[in-house]
């Protein structure tokens, strides 16, 4: 028989299988992952992560994201442009779908990243009732759909490319999908055990 | 909480949505365990899931090589013909000098997935014939790595996306692969994102370490 702490029990980041909690360094029984637990550098490697994906947030939005040629002119539009292009012509639903995709997602997972990682370190919200698991959870689920710009981009630019009329991808690509490649590893480098730690 | 060694943890899970733990029980062939806390689906029992497995496996590698084979969809625009494959689209990246998405999309939508399906083709035949201890945990390991980063299902939503902004700019036909992705994605959806690994990881310790018949 072995007495154990109930908070002691972890699960394998990679395999999920529950582990006993032994220290600084724990290898999983079933997988043989290494599952970190470091005291002091725990939350590190996400922020490098999230402030780079913020930093490359930037130029996303500010650079013409597709540029249309038509007949010797180019235009280039933004994200934001696009969006609103898009809403004048009355494109409702993809208007509102790209807007969520390249706007909303990327924020809100800034958003919801930037709290727990505060969270974990300083006594944050912790009288309050926010489910931390759910939220992090959620940013795993809904992270990855913000790649859909880039992908439409990708098509338009490998479908039209004619010689009185082509679309190229912009310089916002690659900064676009840059910033949403780093969210998604600062969200995988995140130690969810740091929740429960500071419930 | 008192266990009566470390193998007892095998009969522990912790919920992936919500970190609550609870302890594994039976359950009828076919049905699913939740988180009393959160609803989440903690694993399911399915006596068949090898078969699936592997008759899933076989059918999405088929609709996958068609999806690249054959052309996505095909505008006409000012009596100008165009097609796109999925090979052409990331190709048609690296022609224009954008490297990095290239690279980015030729690994979450050509790479990755076929990875994921000839690694779940692997490894279902080798719980089949009840072998490959050690190599079978080493696919798994990779497996659980690779899978958050298999974007098929959000390609084939910027494919619509993208076919809505040019309507009334052309005319727009669906190719053979469009039809063959969907299927794909359906199957991907099925096979990867439903089955948890760690169902997989009962599953081998069953057959191949305790060697139960099933």
Redesign the interface.
Known sequence: MIEIDENKLIACPVCSAVNIDKGKKNTCRRCGSAIYHHRNFSTEKSWAFLITAMIAYIPANLYPMLITNTFGTQDGSTILGGVVFLWEHGSYPIAMVIFFASIMIPLVKFMILLYLLISVKYPLGKDKKVDKHKLYYMTEVIGPWSMIDVFVVAILAALIHLSNISIVAGTAATAFAISVFFTLLAAHAFDETLIKENR | ??????AA??N???C????T?HFKTKIKDGSKACCSE?GGILYRYDTKLIEHGLALSITGLIFFALANFFPL?Q?E??G?T?F?TIP???F??FD?G?Y??GL??AF??LIFPLMIFVINLVLFSMLKLRRGEQWT?DL??LL??IT??S?TD??L???L??L???IGY?QIHMGVAFWSLIVFVMIDLYIVKRV???EI?MLRKRIIIEGEKV
């Open positions: 909480m008192k266990l009566e060694n470390e943890l095998e522990l899970i912790i992936h949505q919500c970190s733990l959160c969809v505008i625009i000012l100008h165009q796109i052409k689209t990331i048609s990246l224009n954008f990095i998405v980015i999309c979450l939508i945990k798994l390991i659980a790595h958050p980063w974007m959000i390609f939503v910027s494919i996306v993208a809505v902004k040019l052309a948890h690994l760690s990881w």
